[in-house]
């Protein structure tokens, strides 16, 4: 016999064998038993939770040979054909394939016969968002004046995508995903039946990549099974399989961002492309991680995972404050948007990590942390305070508590630290745009886009990220001695201009001969419009038109531990007579 897959080997055939759904199952019988059986039904939900084949076993259900029974003996010959699909009175539509309205109008011209075996002629059509609108109404009017013997069920994973005249005439199921627990007892039970050994940490993992979905799970473990070369699948199979990254590697990431090495957890990364892990696979095992992360700090722990046992686990998760997972959690989930639209997937994912490694900019978030804990001592002394005065009957001095205001006032950062905050802003203005626009050269921005080709193609930068973010820009305008760079983000901007990155830029371009001696970046939003207030005023008669002051909000960055050197006027003054060389200037 043709070796058949799992999921379908195991799909349950009678109502009893579905996992989850219970409250679906009992409704559906309880219509059944009172014979109340409507019309339409509408299953609604994610993949793989048991739509179809639900509505596979309410045909049974309905037209088995002692039915309409809450449950379908599966053996008589109606059963068996429903089955298989051989009963013409069970009728499976896909509508991802016959979408039309023809297809809908031949379905209609069939209804009006009666059942052939059965006592029902039911209708699943599955998908049932992908009919276009005038298969849409022409379904519509079957489901105005429907005949006695018509059940129709509907199954989608789009319910909005449906028109209300549908939604209002069916009565609407949503499907749940399947949980952790239910989807590790069916693979317990496939894998003893098919005698198949497996790590307890390997079904775990197949369980959570399949998100809820029983499909989804069995199809993985199927796969599995094909690729396991050992006697026992073990976790390095099921992530090699399904692409998600191990939690140890998530850990390893995460504890460089936690401790700010954010080029070590760029690189770790990297690490993980260069697998063949799919970046948005990888931000999505992040979220899942930070989100078991969260409740295992809020000890709301549904499921044991084997993770909560990993000393590394605990250990990080000590580190890593819940202020500070909502944060990176934002991050993350901004980069997965903004990735849907974008091809350089890379950059944005390597840009999240690079956030997630700078949250000192948001201390705000450890003092909230500490705050909480304290308002929570408070909280406590207050009781204590209460408890002993009505014991003691005398009321001692109580002063008052300070306000979560106060408190806040209270925990600032300190002085030294904004004052960094000043010396390192300086922010871009738009007469510095004016001065590259005004001065712009045709020949220096194609020599320019000349050497961008090269340091992009270039293994020397590879691995300097500013850079890789620099050439990944577009070059709008290029002067005698300035560029401007137009970046899709201003995260992106504000990391190329940083001190460092900046040295670092300009000393690349200082090996071309092109006498570059500054650049700015300024995000897209922004420099489309200045672009357009430019190319409004700029004419023959008017070549270098003053621009609209545009906020840029780009800062250039200086190294806040490094201030800037006030020379001796002294040096300045003997420099003008001697060279440095000469001179021989020393610290001391
Ligand atoms: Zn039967």
Redesign the pocket.
């Known amino acids: 016999m043709a070796y058949m897959a799992l999921y379908r080997a195991y799909r349950p055939q009678k109502f009893s064998e579905v996992v989850g759904q219970q409250h679906i199952i009992k409704t559906l019988q309880n219509a059944i038993s009172l014979n109340k059986v409507a019309h339409a039904y509408l299953f609604c939900g994610p993949r793989g939770t048991g739509k179809t084949t639900l509505a596979k076993i309410m045909a ?1 259900a309905l037209n ?3 039915g309409p029974t809450i449950e ?5 010959e ?2 068996k054909g429903i089955q298989k699909g051989t009963i013409s009175d069970v009728i499976e539509i896909d509508a991802a394939s016959n979408n039309g309205a023809d297809d809908i109008r031949a379905l209609r011209d069939t209804v009006k016969f009666m059942p052939a075996v059965g006592k029902y002629k039911v209708y699943i059509i599955d998908e049932v968002h992908m009919l276009s609108n005038a298969a849409f109404n022409a379904l519509l009017k079957t489901l105005e004046e429907p005949p006695k013997h018509i059940v129709f069920i509907l199954a989608t994973t789009e319910p909005y995508k449906l028109p209300n005249t549908i939604l209002s005439r069916c009565q609407r199921f949503d499907f749940q995903s399947i949980s952790m627990e239910d989807i590790l007892k069916r693979l317990e039970i496939v894998a003893k039946e098919e005698h198949i050994l497996i790590s307890s940490e390997a079904m775990v993992q197949i369980a959570t990549s399949a998100e809820g979905g029983m499909r989804d799970a069995l199809s993985l473990f199927d796969q599995c099974i094909s690729y396991s070369t050992h006697s026992e699948i073990t976790l390095d199979d099921v992530l090699a399989v399904s692409g998600n990254v191990s939690y140890l590697k998530i850990i390893e990431l995460l504890n460089s961002c936690v401790k700010k090495k954010d080029t070590e957890a760029v690189i770790f990364l990297d690490k993980m492309v260069k697998e063949g892990k799919e970046i948005p696979r990888i931000m999505n095992d992040l979220i899942l991680f930070l989100r078991d992360m969260l409740l295992y700090k809020n000890q709301v722990v549904l499921e044991q995972k084997p993770m909560f046992k990993n000393q590394e686990f605990i250990e990080l998760s000590t580190k890593v404050s819940k202020p500070l997972i909502y944060q990176w959690l934002d991050i993350l989930n901004d980069s997965l948007n903004q990735m849907r639209f974008s091809t350089q997937k890379r950059a944005y994912a390597e840009l999240a990590i690079l956030k997630m490694s700078d949250y000192e900019l948001n201390a705000q978030a450890d003092f909230s942390d500490r705050i909480e804990s304290l308002e929570h001592t408070i909280a406590i002394l207050n009781e204590k305070i209460k408890h002993t005065s009505s014991i003691e009957e005398k009321k001692p001095y109580v002063p008052p508590l300070p306000t979560t205001a106060e408190m806040k006032q209270f925990m600032k950062p300190k002085e030294e630290n904004k004052q960094i905050e000043i010396v390192s802003s300086n922010e871009i203005t738009i007469k510095d745009v004016e001065n590259v626009l005004y001065h712009a050269s045709k020949e220096k921005k194609e020599k320019l886009n000349q050497i961008w080709k090269q340091i992009s193609m270039s293994d020397q930068y590879s691995n300097t990220f500013a850079i890789q973010i620099l050439i990944n820009g577009k070059i709008v305008a290029v002067s005698d001695d300035a560029f401007i760079v137009e970046l899709p983000d201003m995260a992106f901007c504000n990391r190329v201009m940083q001190y460092e990155n900046y040295v670092k830029i300009m000393e690349i371009f200082n090996e071309y001969d092109l006498n570059i001696k500054d650049y700015i970046c300024i995000p897209t939003v922004i420099w489309s419009k200045i672009l357009s207030d430019y190319k409004s005023k700029y004419s023959k008669d008017n070549p270098q038109p003053k621009l609209a002051d545009i906020k840029i909000g780009i800062k250039r960055r200086v190294i806040p531990n490094e201030p800037i050197k006030k020379e001796d006027p002294i040096i300045t003054q003997l420099k003008q007579y001697f060279n440095e060389e000469q001179l021989k200037i020393t610290e001391d």
């Open positions: 049974k088995c040979e002692n379908p003996c599966d053996e008589c109606i059963c």
